[in-house]
């Protein structure tokens, strides 16, 4: 995206619990189409064709969203001012988010960078005080590994002070950001919950493809940094974005992959790359195809020709790193939802589909805003609605968290059990809403878990999400969603609900996993 642009805009937030928030009307299961939940997503990945595989050979699908602010003068991903990182996590996976993009500057790698904005009142972040940016960036990785996520490091910047149009500055020179590349390759060698490395975000001009002038091709020097992480950790993919302009036809920054067709990434481990394109609206700038008559039925071409062929032709994967909107003007609203369909439901196509990680998990971009609202927990239904069609499963637990809540656990061999505690987020006298946290208090991995309560009073569920339920009488049951049944050992999974009157308080409820 044009960075002129986009701007994060950091205020913190007084607010530290974990409600899904009031008026949350929709639920936002995921629909797991073929793909294999619990199961697909083990190990290190591959690519086949136009799909991304697992270990086993099986297809996945990459559903996820950024969490930004390493890359910027914080060195440390944002609202950790107002939340816990792990309650941002077990509500990411909540809301069916299977994978997480972090973006990182290399002012990181620095020994004098130290991460600030972090509340540690109150028992909030426990474990990062005193760490560097990369040690908060382990357990980051840690915890969302436990909790079935994976992740994709993002380069996203030479230093903080803003995004660069090449790969390299007079002070961050190729051979450090080279030199940083394999660093991150060697740190997370062996943990397959980094999948892989982004390894710059949004060349632009005059950053060109294929023109042969290694001072400026990205093609060239996106070969030259991948074979450089893969010498290191040969099991990585590689997430190559495109640029601005080629050949004359220009687009967003770094969603030009039109040189692909004439001159693909080559690497010296095949089946290693993942194209990455970024597709944005009008909140972020104006382009031609916004005020085509023929809008929004011309965008299907307009990505087709940019970026969406390679995927149709069978040339490699297709990630859509970035895409995200305000969504306040109706052009906007037409363009996300033609994108959503564009990007291909998973109940249809499963894992057969593009891949893609929402712009983003903050509130605080502000051309896009996020989809938490600004108290850094409400969750934005609506924008978050139109994703559902293209959430997909989380993946199995990896890693374990230091000092966290021990080890993952694996199939057979334990004993599945879970409690689940239940907070009321609001409440107004004619209705409230609520949320209930899911945790595995057992020694093995959950496959699944049910929750049921009965209200002392006349109470009736409205609306319930990340969880299916029934009613009989004041009696409630509710049952995992698809997309978080999978529970890791002290990990955890949330659900929200609506209901009416209010006054209801907070019922006892109980948990069953198996």
């Known amino acids: 995206m044009f960075r002129s642009l986009r701007r994060a805009l950091c205020a913190a937030a007084a607010a530290l619990l974990l409600p899904l928030g009031a008026g949350a009307q929709t639920a936002h299961a995921a629909q797991p189409g073929t793909l294999r939940a619990a199961e697909a997503g083990a190990g290190y990945w591959h690519t086949s064709g136009r799909q991304i595989l697992d270990a086993a050979g099986q297809p996945v699908r990459v559903a996820g969203i950024n969490w930004f602010g390493f890359e910027t003068g914080n060195h440390v991903v944002h609202g950790l001012w107002?939340?816990?990182?792990?309650?941002?996590?077990?509500?990411?996976?909540?809301?069916?988010y299977n994978t997480l993009r972090i973006p990182y500057s290399d002012d990181i790698f620095k020994s004098s960078t130290v991460p600030d904005s972090i509340d540690f009142s109150g028992g909030k972040n426990a474990g990062l005080q005193g760490l560097s940016s990369l040690g908060v960036i382990d357990k980051i990785v840690?915890?969302?590994?436990?909790?079935?996520?994976?992740?994709?490091?993002?380069?996203?910047?030479?230093?903080?002070?803003?995004?660069?149009?090449?790969?390299?500055?007079?002070?961050v020179p190729e051979s450090t950001w080279i030199t940083n590349l394999k660093s991150l390759a060697a740190r997370y060698q062996g943990n397959p919950t980094v999948v892989g490395i982004d390894l710059?975000?949004?060349?632009?001009?005059?950053?060109?493809?294929?023109?042969?002038?290694?001072?400026?091709?990205?093609?060239?020097?996106?070969?030259?940094?991948?074979?450089?992480?893969?010498?290191?950790?040969?099991?990585?993919?590689?997430?190559?974005?495109?640029?601005?302009?080629?050949?004359?036809?220009?687009?967003?920054?770094?969603?030009?992959?039109?040189?692909v067709a004439q001159y693909p990434v080559q690497l010296d481990v095949a089946n290693r790359v993942v194209y990455s394109a970024h597709d944005y609206a009008t909140s972020v700038a104006q382009q031609s195809w916004f005020s085509d008559p023929a809008f929004p039925n011309n965008m299907p071409g307009i990505w087709d020709k940019y970026w969406g062929y390679i995927f149709k032709q069978n040339i490699a994967p297709v990630w859509v790193g970035e895409f995200g909107t305000t969504l306040q003007s109706a052009v906007d609203q037409k363009w996300l939802a033609a994108l959503v369909s564009y990007l291909r439901p998973t109940s249809t196509y499963g894992a057969d589909s593009f891949h893609w990680t929402?712009?983003?998990?903050?509130?605080?971009?502000?051309?896009?805003?996020?989809?938490?609202?600004?108290?850094?927990?409400?969750?934005?239904?609506?924008?978050?609605?139109?994703?559902?069609?293209?959430?997909?499963?989380?993946?199995?637990?990896?890693?374990?968290?230091?000092?966290?809540?021990?080890?993952?656990?694996?199939?057979?061999?334990?004993?599945?059990?879970?409690?689940?505690?239940?907070?009321v987020s609001s409440d107004w006298g004619g209705g409230f809403n609520a949320e209930v946290k899911v945790t595995n208090s057992g020694t093995t991995a959950l496959k699944s878990w049910k929750v049921t309560w009965t209200w002392p009073g006349s109470q009736k569920i409205t609306s319930m999400w990340n969880a299916a339920y029934t009613q009989s009488g004041a009696s409630v049951t509710a049952v995992n969603a698809d997309h978080n049944g999978a529970v890791a050992v002290g990990g955890s999974a949330s659900f929200g609900l609506g209901g009416a009157p209010g006054g209801a308080g907070v019922p006892s409820v109980s948990c069953t996993a198996t």
């Open 358 to 423: 929402f712009w983003s998990w903050n509130p605080n971009s502000g051309d896009t805003g996020g989809i938490l609202k600004d108290d850094w927990q409400t969750v934005d239904t609506v924008k978050d609605g139109y994703l559902a069609s293209v959430k997909a499963p989380g993946f199995p637990a990896g890693g374990s968290d230091p000092g966290g809540p021990g080890d993952p656990g694996g199939p057979g061999g334990g004993t599945a059990a879970c409690t689940a505690a239940y907070t």
């Open 200 to 259: 710059h975000n949004e060349p632009h001009d005059p950053a060109c493809w294929g023109c042969g002038d290694t001072t400026r091709d990205w093609r060239l020097a996106a070969q030259r940094a991948g074979n450089a992480v893969l010498s290191v950790n040969p099991a990585l993919l590689i997430f190559v974005e495109g640029v601005q302009t080629f050949n004359g036809v220009s687009g967003w920054w770094g969603g030009n992959l039109m040189g």
């Open 142 to 171: 840690a915890y969302a590994g436990q909790d079935g996520l994976k992740v994709i490091l993002d380069r996203h910047r030479p230093d903080s002070g803003g995004q660069s149009a090449l790969w390299y500055t007079a002070a």
């Open 82 to 96: 107002s939340r816990d990182y792990k309650s941002m996590i077990d509500q990411m996976k909540s809301l069916g």
